[in-house]
């Protein structure tokens, strides 16, 4: 008889997968499905196993309709091409580059009329905007380049997940109003900048850089060199707001603790360093999915039971969905967020007796790296199209620096927002675990064949998850019979 855990997993993937099925389905062969699952329920009342099936196609078509809704919220397709004037408020923090500025408007008004669709506005570098102010505009409205059909980048996909349907490039613009959006985000996101600012006072280039990439996930100021060292190295997720991120350092604060605290303790620690990140990265929804996403496989690696981590993993995945569901086709740092959190859950324990010789406070940081870097391997090539030989290795020799540089780092920056020079001794500690990553990261990026450009195309990627997820099962399978035998 199916238990209340195990029909609450199915209820939740069945939401899942039909956010999934949503791209493909049409409303007609969805209202053919509902009387199915309706007749389905109504007829096996008595029988729970068929009543948990009707309801799980059921929770199916809402999902499905869940993406189909979201994805058909476009208001500004009949404005494409033409001349607009309008105004909006900035929504995100200004996204900064070298040469322009990108601003997400959101509460659009165009000729009276209100719009629930944002639009990407491309200004110039100055002058600089802030979130929350109400600015107007006035540009031609163009649709956001779609490639998917050739397999390549598609921006409008791209765009689409943060409600963007339109681009405006280099109108003409001016602030109406200031603070009109959330104060508590407001406030976040000066705090953010100040610290930058703050650091950038008492740390050289490109440890200062290098060290708000950590803190707050900005890596605009980081240098292209770096940036492809990081990329031939395998070790760009360290400076990403993603849950992989997040999980992976999170893991290595955990395993530095360890050393000398209790694990309840530890895990408190970690947690409340989850959360710090979150509050420095401005709190967006990205930075709080990451900071949850990373809080479950804090979850995972210390209290080990399977079966509840498997539904809080499937809770946590339909309520994003149902927030955004578009981030499931179209956001990358999400799907490898689960697939890392899948690997801690699910191979970390399979993989552990093949390594009781390595050392314990090693093992701490090798095996979780191991298996996020197994099971986020074929989709990082399916997008990224790298292989880096190096990435294993290298992220064993930094990741137990890493929470010593971020430690240090914060208090740093805390110092300086006080007064610059009593952040200078613990600036020089930051520095020297900084320049100690960057030198491991730089020399390993040299190493001749340190990367192989790869691509997997979507079939070999389910052919991959496939063989992965079907070894993972027969191995529980096999542990359990030689643990009852």
Request: net charge positive.
């Amino acid at each position: 008889m199916l238990s209340k855990s195990k029909i609450f997993l199915i209820l939740c993937l069945g939401f899942v997968v039909g956010v999934f099925l949503g791209k493909y389905l049409s409303y007609e062969i969805m209202a053919v499905l509902a009387m199915i699952f309706v007749i389905i329920t109504a007829l096996g009342w008595k029988n729970r196993t068929v009543v948990v099936i009707g309801l799980a196609g059921i929770m199916m078509l809402v999902g499905a309709w869940r993406l189909m809704s979201d994805v058909s919220q476009n208001d500004l397709a009949g404005l494409y091409g033409q001349k607009i004037s309008g105004e909006g408020t900035i929504m995100q923090e200004p996204d900064e580059r070298s040469d322009k500025i990108f601003l997400t408007l959101g509460k659009v008004i165009i000729d009276e009329k209100i719009y629930g669709s944002k639009i990407l506005l491309i200004v110039r570098r100055f002058p600089e905007f802030e979130y929350g102010e109400r600015i107007s505009f006035e540009g031609k409205l163009s649709e956001p380049q779609d490639a998917e059909s050739t397999g390549e980048f598609s921006y409008k996909n791209y765009l689409s997940r943060f409600g963007i349907t339109g681009l405006v490039y280099y109108p003409k613009s001016e602030v109406l109003a200031a603070q009109q959006g959330n104060m508590i985000k407001y406030n976040l996101l000066k705090f953010k900048k100040l610290f930058v600012l703050k650091l950038a006072q008492v740390l050289p280039e490109p440890q200062n850089s290098f060290l708000a990439g950590l803190l707050v996930g900005l890596r605009k100021t980081i240098p292209e060199d770096l940036t492809d060292a990081l990329s031939i190295t395998g070790t760009t997720h360290v400076i990403a707001i993603s849950g992989f991120n997040i999980t992976i350092i999170a893991t290595a604060i955990n395993g530095l603790l360890l050393r000398f605290f209790k694990r309840k303790i530890s895990f408190i620690i970690a947690l409340i360093a989850i959360g710090l990140f979150v509050i420095l990265a401005g709190a967006s929804a990205s930075a709080v999915r990451a900071g949850i996403m990373g809080a479950l496989g804090m979850l995972a690696l210390n209290i080990g039971r399977v079966n509840s981590i498997t539904n809080a993993l499937a809770l946590t995945a339909a309520v994003m969905l149902a927030v955004n569901p578009q981030i499931l086709y179209f956001d990358a740092g999400f799907q490898l967020s689960f697939l890392a959190l899948m690997g801690l859950v699910y191979l970390v324990l399979i993989l552990e007796p093949k390594f009781l010789w390595v050392p314990k406070w090693l093992r701490i940081y090798f095996l979780p790296t191991i298996a996020a870097y197994i099971f986020t391997l074929p989709l990082l090539l399916y997008h990224f199209d790298r292989l880096s030989l190096v990435a294993i290795p290298v992220n064993i020799l930094v990741l137990p620096m890493i929470p010593a540089a971020m430690l240090f780092g914060f208090i740093t920056g805390s110092l300086a927002l006080i007064w610059p020079i009593l952040a200078y001794p613990t600036a020089w500690l930051s520095w020297g675990a900084l320049t100690y990553v960057l030198e491991i990261v730089r020399w390993a990026a040299k190493i001749p064949f340190a990367a192989a450009n790869w691509h997997l195309n979507l079939g070999w990627v389910v052919l991959c998850y496939l063989i992965l997820v079907s070894w993972i099962f027969y191995k529980k399978v096999w542990i359990l019979k030689l643990k009852t035998s």
